[in-house]
């Protein structure tokens, strides 16, 4: 594996992890945008007399799951991956920072210079605020490039590191990602509530643009590479080159027959479904039932993040290393479950609270570190970007679903200030049950089949 790449970039070492270093980045920003509105929802929420935009819990649930719409019903995530496949991660990868930079600049503009008022009767969603519609119009044109930069970077990842460092290379991406998420969790409220409400979408938007800055730097390391593989013709047998193998639609039915893919996906659609709208709900979570102050709220959701942004790695490195991919998946998938359980039980001790964050944080870093890894030993290289967007196309379904559903039970559950949250826990319970389910039986399933996810990434 190592000869099959000795005359290109890809096997100097300080090339393919300073590209690991500028796709991570481009992707970090992204995740600043995801997140940044997820700890103002208790701002949100207040009446615009009081600094606030008067929405509704329901509403925020409707714009957080808004950045799936167009993912799931204009399947625009199957065209990401065809046009990832056709036409190369150079080309799509600016396109999603393009897409992405928009979205986040018009829900900036919203925010900024638009009131909540009047009420608009959007089909399937209901009547709710011109605001919040015209908000989640734009984070749904954000999701667009946000998921197709996701599926980008994991095929920039394959291409570069096949053979070598992949495990630790995704594990450091995802670390950067949560750094992302942490920083927007961390930081959003104390800047919202010192320099006003629109203050924090603003830095991500500007983070957006200097992602997009950074990747067409990639480009041009990524051109190079080309050029190289170009050279060496006769060796068609290196990941690289089968990156360069024509797409076909007819190649996918042995990925589409292969039940292993199907676990995978089932896992991912479980277990982000119950973690990311988790993240969405828990900064008022930790307001309304541990009492924490507003403006430390969002530092206790951030604790999750902060911690996978040192364990990825690790995990990553011992997946690269030693192996039991699937093992760490089954484990992460309990851990997740057993929190979310102990969340939804009775008690308001914030020492609980951080506590669980941290055991949550342990497993946001240890399925991710063997999960991401694990798709390209089922799936082809050349159809990888395709096989992608189909797991963050089914992804993309509950990312969208769930927060609507959960914003729903939270308005039922509230009465006056005061806020029930023991169903909505136990709904992300049961989803968590979902994601051990199918993490044991991908286990069993690699016993079976010997797909090679128990094995070490490093050959």
């Known amino acids: 594996m190592r000869d099959e790449v000795k005359n290109t970039i890809a096997n100097k070492a300080w090339a393919r992890w300073t590209v690991l270093a500028i796709v991570s980045f481009t992707m970090m920003a992204g995740y600043v945008v995801a997140k940044e509105m997820s700890p103002l929802q208790f701002m949100l929420e207040k009446a615009a007399g009081d600094g606030g935009m008067g929405w509704t819990s329901g509403e925020f649930g409707i714009f957080a799951g808004s950045r799936g719409f167009f993912n799931v019903f204009l399947l625009m995530l199957f065209v990401g991956g065809i046009i990832l496949d056709k036409m190369g991660v ?19 503009g919203v925010i900024t210079y638009t009131s909540p008022d009047p009420m608009w009767n959007v089909p399937l969603l209901g009547t709710i605020k011109r605001q919040v519609a015209l908000a989640a119009l734009g984070f749904a044109f954000f999701g667009i490039g946000y998921e197709m930069c996701g599926i980008t970077v994991s095929k920039v990842v394959v291409r570069w590191f096949s053979g070598k460092e992949m495990a630790l290379a995704m594990g450091l991406q995802v670390a950067m990602a949560r750094l992302g998420t942490a920083l927007a969790l961390g930081l959003s409220p104390i800047i919202a509530l010192k320099w006003g409400l629109p ?21 041009t390391m990524d051109r190079r590479l080309d050029k190289e593989l170009s050279a060496d013709t006769q060796n068609l047998a ?18 589409i ?43 206790i959701p951030a604790i999750l993040p902060f911690t996978s942004i040192v364990l990825t790695p ?14 760490m998946m089954v484990i992460g ?51 990888l970007g395709t096989s992608y967007s189909i797991i963050y196309y089914i992804q993309n379904i509950g990312l969208m679903l769930i927060p609507v559903l959960i914003g729903k039970v939270l308005e039922r559950n ?8 023991t169903h909505s826990l136990i709904i992300f319970a049961i989803i968590g049950v979902g994601a051990i389910v199918t993490a044991s039986l991908l ?15 490093i050959s």
């Open 238 to 255: 290196s990941p690289a080159a089968q990156d360069d193998e024509q797409f076909h639609f007819s190649d996918m039915k042995l990925t």
């Open 314 to 327: 690790l995990f990553g490195g011992w997946c690269d290393k030693k192996g039991r991919g699937a093992t």
């Open 199 to 219: 203050r924090p979408i603003l830095i991500g938007v500007f983070s957006v643009g200097v992602g997009l800055i950074a990747y067409l730097y990639y480009c």
């Open 333 to 383: 998938s309990v851990m997740l479950t057993l929190v979310l359980i102990i969340f939804a039980m009775p008690g308001n001790a914030s020492w609980l609270a951080v506590t669980l964050m941290c055991v949550l944080g342990i497993a946001f870093s240890l399925l991710p570190a063997a999960l991401w890894p694990a798709v390209p030993k089922i799936v082809p290289m050349k159809q």
């Open 414 to 421: 509230t009465v006056g200030d005061q806020v029930d949250y």
């Open 90 to 108: 150079r080309f799509t990868g600016v396109l999603s920072c393009v897409l992405m930079l928009a979205g986040a600049a018009a829900v900036y």
């Open 257 to 299: 027959k292969n039940p292993g893919f199907w676990l995978i996906t089932l896992l991912c659609l479980f277990y982000y479904s119950a973690l990311y709208p988790f993240l969405d709900f828990a900064t008022k979570l930790m307001i309304s039932k541990y009492g924490v102050d507003s403006h430390l709220a969002g530092l």
């Open 443 to 457: 286990l069993w399933m690699d016993r079976k089949r010997h797909y090679g996810l128990e094995d070490p990434n």
